[in-house]
Structure formats: structure tokens, C-alpha cells
Antibody, heavy 120, light 108 residues
Framework: QVQLQESGPGLVKPSQTLSLTCTVS??????????WSWIRQHPGKGLEWIGYIYYSGSTYYNPSLKSRVTISVDTSKNQFSLKLSSVTAADTAVYYCARDFSGGATFDYWGQGTLVTVSS | SYELTQPPSVSVSPGQTASITCSGD??????ACWYQQKPGQSPVLVIY???KRPSGIPERFSGSNSGNTATLTISGTQAMDEADYYC???????????FGGGTKLTVL
């Protein structure tokens, strides 16, 4: 059973960089065949896809966030990470990591989510 | 940008059939999927590639997609099905994953 677990600071100051890591267990990122995504949900709102990475390092980002997002992968640790720069209060959200098994955005496994608040 | 539109809320009586729609320009030309999210929990995939059910999802969940509308149908709705439901598609032209705004399903 694949499991994903987000980790990182729950509080980030405005203008700083939000950094989160997703640790995957029960399966190897480097085995290929899956895309590893970050998705967020603003409080009381809907879902917003941030981007994904393949084990090879290929990335694809939400065009509206592309200028501020970097997703990277560490196959030795079976982890992938998110960096979102120049954050504002509008980036306050629950951040989920998820596995896409289709390459066309179908998320079959999700982490439990982690709330990141942007505040001074 | 590509948009998916869902009704904010749908109500259904226990045992009846609930239908939740998702509208988007030529949505039928894309694959649609659906997620169920209960309060405080992560989303769960209930339908993918328009009409396929992942392992473990009850048969009462079904989906269709044609023209500009995808539909999630829950037959014999149970109290445990009360949740928010999100449709989602892949906009290959923009290279963007798009979610609908979500529909709150109330079973009363």
C-alpha cells in the first residue's frame, strides 16, 4: 500500500519561500510509471494543482504559479519536494502531495495534507 | 484558462439517485475524473477516465462524459456518501490540471 506523507514548516513569513517534502513509502519513485504532484486547497475552498515531477526530474507546473514553483525529486530518499517563493497570505492553504498514475492527472494516492500559514 | 463548473450543492434522499454535473468546453474530448472529500480528510478518487471505478469504490458510483458535461451518479445514495465532490480534467493544450469548484452533496 503506497503512502505519502508531507512534512515542513507550518508557518512561513510573507516574501519567504515555502518548502515542503513528501516522503513516499510502499513504493519506489524511481520505478517509474507515476507522476508525483503537489496540490493545495485554500481554507474552505476547492483544489488547485501546483505541479508534478517524474522520477527522471521532468517537471510540469501550473501556468499560473510557474514563476514561483520548483519541484524536485530525491530518489535516494524516495522523496519529492516543493518550493514556492515570494509567498503571500494568498498562499495559505493545506498542501497535499499525491501520486498520478496516468500521466494525465489522475490522483490515486494522497498524503494527509499539511496546513501552511503565511503570516508575519 | 480552461474552467470546470459544478453546482455548489446537491441534495438527495437516502436510497435515491444523486447526479452531480461538471461542465466545461468540449469536456467530452478529455478524460474526467471525480474525487470525494469528507471534512478533514484528503480527497479520494472515485471515478477516473470518465467511468472507471478504482478498486474498493462501491458499484453505486458511476460516471459518464459527453459533449460539454461529465456526470457523477450515485445510485442508492447512503448517508456515508455525504461529502464534497470535485471533478477534474487535464487541459492538454495549456498543460494544466483543472478542478471544478466542488459540489457539496447532502443526504437528507
Amino acid at each position: 500500500q503506497v503512502q505519502l506523507q508531507e512534512s515542513g514548516p507550518g508557518l512561513v513569513k510573507p516574501s519567504q519561500t515555502l518548502s515542503l517534502t513528501c516522503t513516499v513509502s510502499g513504493g519506489s519513485i524511481s520505478s517509474g510509471g507515476y507522476y508525483w504532484s503537489w496540490i493545495r486547497q485554500h481554507p474552505g475552498k476547492g483544489l488547485e494543482w501546483i505541479g508534478y515531477i517524474y522520477y527522471s526530474g521532468s517537471t510540469y507546473y501550473n501556468p499560473s504559479l510557474k514563476s514561483r514553483v520548483t519541484i524536485s525529486v530525491d530518489t535516494s530518499k524516495n522523496q519529492f519536494s516543493l518550493k514556492l517563493s515570494s509567498v503571500t497570505a494568498a498562499d495559505t492553504a493545506v498542501y497535499y502531495c499525491a501520486r498520478d498514475f496516468s500521466g494525465g492527472a489522475t490522483f490515486d494516492y494522497w498524503g494527509q495534507g499539511t496546513l501552511v500559514t503565511v503570516s508575519s | 484558462s480552461y474552467e470546470l463548473t459544478q453546482p455548489p450543492s446537491v441534495s438527495v434522499s437516502p436510497g435515491q439517485t444523486a447526479s452531480i454535473t461538471c461542465s466545461g468546453d468540449k469536456l467530452g474530448d478529455k478524460y474526467a475524473c471525480w474525487y470525494q472529500q469528507k471534512p478533514g480528510q484528503s480527497p479520494v478518487l472515485v471515478i477516473y477516465q470518465d467511468s472507471k471505478r478504482p478498486s474498493g469504490i462501491p458499484e453505486r458510483f458511476s460516471g459518464s462524459n459527453s459533449g460539454n458535461t461529465a456526470t457523477l451518479t450515485i445510485s442508492g445514495t447512503q448517508a456515508m456518501d455525504e461529502a464534497d465532490y470535485y471533478c477534474q480534467a487535464w487541459d492538454s493544450i495549456r498543460g494544466d490540471v483543472v478542478f471544478g469548484g466542488g459540489t457539496k452533496l447532502t443526504v437528507l
